[in-house]
């Protein structure tokens, strides 16, 4: 045998055992794995000597070395798992995801590759995998949300979490508890994730540092919005194969969009080009410190992007006029059907949602060929998959 065994040891194999994992090694896709495992038999003392399992998607086959298999205590399918996560948290060690800053490139492709295979669940008849079973998350939203509420709550569940929402008007935060005592309060009920969306920034961060739980940051303020642009990035791959070398050009509110701020982190990591436009009310020239460039004119960039990613004005954030008037901004700023005429052909169209049709881009193109608004969408849900796979393995 290929494992460097003692003559007088007696190899067995034990085969049939199966888990639902990843197989990111191989080909990045959740798969059913045949598991084998070797023992050797001295005097009657059994020792698990190596293990091997097949991929039944790729049929790769990977063998985990002796200091693996030696840990591994009985040949039953758990032991998959537990072989697993110290594969998987060899490359991942954060317990909370907070924002695209502090995270590597390696970091983001890893997210990424991780998303593929929770990609592939969602093809799946049953969609479920039981990778969070027993642990419980709270989606706390102190924000209105759509999309990113939604996703958290059906990426929970499809990883067999136990779920709890909770916002702003139902929580005692009206009777005047703060951020700090409803979030002990939540841990104290064993809470392992918090999903925590705020109105300010470093809100997440200041609950990740008093917090065993994993908190993930699912928008503070306009700070950051992190797996908004991992969702992003995911979709310009899937469709382009690559993110390094591309034109991205995201266009509108930058200056209060958190969208804005964990894509030009996630996009210049990945070695993107990235043109900011918008009035200079709202894309000020300190945003070149960041390594991006700056554009006061949209028909300047229109036409060499590979991506346009157009954001809402943020009302809700501003204080005071940035522009004009709407009308205005629309003439200037807006993706008309005119406008869309000077993209590239192959030019990706994406908006974070919510879409306000009609200012920031046309109803038609929108909806139009180009468009992959609701491919984000439903990249999201696996991202936020992968997210709460990875930060709440590291958790518990
Ligand atoms: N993109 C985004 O964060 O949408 P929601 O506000 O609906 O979550």
Redesign the pocket.
């Known amino acids: 045998m290929a494992f460097g065994w003692r003559k007088n040891e007696r190899a067995n194999r034990i085969s049939g055992e199966r888990t639902l994992t990843a197989c990111w090694r191989w080909h990045s896709a959740i798969a059913n794995f045949q598991w084998r495992v070797y023992h050797s038999e001295i005097r009657s003392q059994r020792k698990i000597v190596s293990a091997e399992r097949r991929c039944n998607v790729c049929e790769a086959t990977a063998r985990l070395s002796n200091q693996h298999a030696t840990s591994v205590r009985s040949p039953d399918p758990t032991i998959a798992a537990a072989v697993d996560v110290r594969i998987m948290t060899s490359r991942w060690t954060r317990k909370d995801l907070l924002g695209l800053r502090e995270l590597t490139a390696e970091e983001i492709n890893f997210v990424l590759d991780t998303t593929d295979a929770f990609k592939q669940v969602g093809t799946r008849e049953i969609k479920k995998v039981p990778a969070l079973r027993g642990k419980t998350l709270v989606n706390f939203f102190v ?7 939604t996703s958290f709550e059906l990426a929970a569940f499809r990883l067999s979490a136990d779920v709890i929402n909770i916002s702003a008007t139902t929580s005692s935060l009206t009777k005047g508890e703060t951020l700090k005592d409803t979030a002990r309060n939540l841990e104290a009920l064993q809470a392992d994730i918090i999903v925590l ?1 705020h109105s300010s920034a470093g809100a997440p961060q200041f609950l990740a540092s008093r917090l065993k739980a994993s908190v993930i940051n ?2 503070d303020g306009a700070h950051e ?1 992190p797996t ?1 642009a991992l969702l992003d990035l995911y979709t310009i791959r899937e469709r382009r194969g690559k993110i390094a070398g591309l034109h991205v050009a995201i266009i509108g509110d930058i200056l209060f969009s958190r ?1 804005a701020r964990s894509n030009i982190f996630g996009l210049l990591k990945l070695g993107a080009r990235v043109t900011l436009v918008g009035p200079s009310t709202l894309v000020p020239r300190e945003f070149e410190k960041l390594g991006a460039e700056v554009s006061h004119k949209i028909e300047d960039v229109l036409s060499t992007a590979d991506v346009v990613n157009l954001l809402r004005i943020q009302h809700e954030r501003q204080r005071r006029e940035y522009f004009p008037g709407l009308g205005e901004y629309i003439r200037l700023f807006g993706l008309t059907k005119e406008r869309a005429k000077l993209l590239k052909p192959d030019c990706l169209i994406m908006h ?3 879409i306000n049709r009609g200012v920031e881009i046309d109803s038609e193109v929108a909806d139009g060929l180009q468009s992959v608004i609701l491919d984000q969408v439903t990249n ?1 849900l696996a991202v936020r998959m992968a997210v709460l796979y990875l930060c709440g393995g590291i958790a518990t």
Do not use: F, K, N, W
């Open positions: 924000e209105p949300s759509t999309r990113t509420r969306r699912a928008g919005h908004q969208v974070p949602g919510p999201g």
